[in-house]
């Protein structure tokens, strides 16, 4: 079946530091991937997405690469903010219709 | 603001009651996804709803159950609640057929089960 794999947490850097989230995938066929982020409290947001190989999805700084050759769509930012503090999801949908997700990442952003 | 609203925001059951959660779609999206998120967890998937029918089901028990309405709101039952039902539970409606399908998920419902 399928499944995600993120880079455990939870992860602290400081305001202006560089970003990477891991996340790797197992999946038949060409699956799409995702990254979602969930705020305290909220529900979860669509940060980016990437639907076939070697697509780049970015969206308020954060870019994700789909890299088939390596099953991997890494998260990253060049300078985080206080205000990136938040769970960060990484999901795929393949043939079914379902996210499977990833455990989850906690980002905290000191100033 | 994904256009996706759930209520009630948080609601406390004991164990053994009955519970219902609800969905409104954003705007002409016909299909929509219940999750359950444990707390610490991912997402788990419980079913999808197209067309007002059961269009797949994750590893739930029979328990969990749903409808959909011509408008496209929706509902999650669950029957006989457990401890372990305590949970996030996200709804999350798409639109089949427009690109990759992307599912945009509402505030959540946090549930309780004493």
């Known amino acids: 079946g399928n499944s995600v794999t993120q880079m455990e947490g939870p992860v602290t850097l400081s305001e202006e530091a560089f970003l990477t989230i891991n996340c790797t995938y197992t999946?038949?066929?060409?699956?799409?991937l995702f990254w979602y982020v969930q705020y305290p409290g909220e529900g979860l947001q669509l940060l980016l997405k990437?639907?076939?190989?070697?697509d780049k999805g970015s969206n308020k700084g954060f870019e994700a690469t789909y890299r088939k050759e390596t099953t991997s769509f890494h998260l990253e930012k060049g300078s985080v903010q206080v205000s990136d503090s938040a769970v960060y999801f990484c999901a795929l949908k393949g043939s079914a219709r379902q996210l499977t997700f990833g455990s989850g990442t906690q980002l905290t952003v000191l100033p | 603001e994904t256009g996706v609203t759930q209520s009630p925001t948080h609601l406390i059951k004991t164990r053994g009651q009955q519970v219902t959660l609800r969905c409104s779609s954003q705007s002409g999206h016909n299909t929509v996804s219940w999750y359950q998120q444990a707390l610490g967890q991912g997402p788990q998937f419980i079913f999808q709803?197209?067309?007002?029918?059961?269009?797949g089901r994750g590893n739930f028990p029979p328990r969990f159950s749903g409808l959909q309405f011509p408008n496209y709101s929706s509902e999650l039952n669950v029957n006989a609640l457990e401890l372990d039902d305590s949970a996030l539970y996200l709804c999350?409606?798409?639109?089949?057929?427009?690109?990759?399908?992307?599912?945009?998920f509402g505030p959540g419902t946090r549930l309780t089960v004493l």
């Open positions: 709803y197209y067309r007002e029918e059961e269009n």
């Open positions: 999350a409606s798409s639109l089949p057929g427009q690109g990759t399908d992307t599912q945009y």
């Open positions: 990437a639907t076939k190989a070697d």
């Open positions: 999946a038949t066929g060409y699956p799409s």
